[in-house]
């Protein structure tokens, strides 16, 4: 599974560009920065390759097995 940090994300958009999956898109809603934040909607498809926490500039993707 992945755990984004919603509140530190910046919405780049680079972790949504990087699954190869395609399991990250843009929240409907923003956090305290006015962004809005990537999330994982398929958390039971995640193969935890991490391919999207190494991408992310802002260290906001903790990737579990
Ligand atoms: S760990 Fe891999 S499969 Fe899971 S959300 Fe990140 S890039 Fe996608
Ligand atoms: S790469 Fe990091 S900062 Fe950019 S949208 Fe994804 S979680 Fe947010």
Redesign the pocket.
């Known amino acids: 599974m992945v755990k ?2 919603q509140e ?9 560009r ?1 699954c190869p999956h395609k399991l ?1 898109s ?1 929240s409907q809603n923003v956090n305290k920065q006015g ?1 809005h ?2 999330v994982c909607s398929y958390q039971e498809r995640c193969v935890s390759c991490a391919l ?1 926490a190494e ?4 260290v ?2 903790e990737v579990y097995k």
């Open positions: 984004i940090d530190r994300c910046k919405g780049c958009g680079l972790c949504i990087a990250l843009f962004y934040f990537a999207c991408v992310c500039p802002d906001c993707i």
